[in-house]
């Protein structure tokens, strides 16, 4: 899904006044979904991009702007998004309510213009995380449990060479955890429910625990 923006030049009706008019998204079978940047906003949906700008583009007056890919690519400080933005590596989309002094708003979303490659996000294999990848469910006996009941347990038994890694790490109840103790699966006659991996997670999974503005919410979603 890619974002859009209508930006008009020129308002020849006098309804919909000049600059950023409406925002879009294009879905990934080539639908449009729009909205007016207004007081009274409405939803419209196309068949394709195409048809926007032969409604909407008043011969010239009006322009699609759109980032070749407007990926969500990482979450920065206030700080050094600011200097990005301001030393000319990125253009603000969005701004913060506040900023260093009077004179200027830190920016809450900037569009690199420079091509950045599609970063990996990697978990650490920690305890909140391994929770996390196996939705706070012993992965034994099936059932959900509070963190303080929960614990982590080595597949192959850590006294037998298992090493933490994702492959080999589950989350376990203390009751299931006891009863596998040191042995292997085979001997304890269990079976992890879902094979032990290290997950793929997205840019908010990855940043699951910050609270998200809402002015993110259209470069997100």
Known sequence: MKVFYLNRKEDESGVSGTGRIAQGFIFDNGKVAMTWLSEHPSVTVYDNIGEVRAIHGHDGKTEVVMDASWRPIEVVDAY???????????SVVEHHDEGPNHLYQFPSVIVLKSYISKRKFHLSCIRKNVFWRDGYTCQYCGSKFKNSELSLDHVKPKSRGGKKIWSNIVTACHRCNNKKSNKTLDEANMKPINKPACPSVSLLEFYREISVPLKWAPFLY
């Not at 050094?80 to 990125?90: E, I, P, Q």
């Open 80 to 90: 050094r998004g600011f200097n990005m933005a301001y030393s000319g590596r990125a």
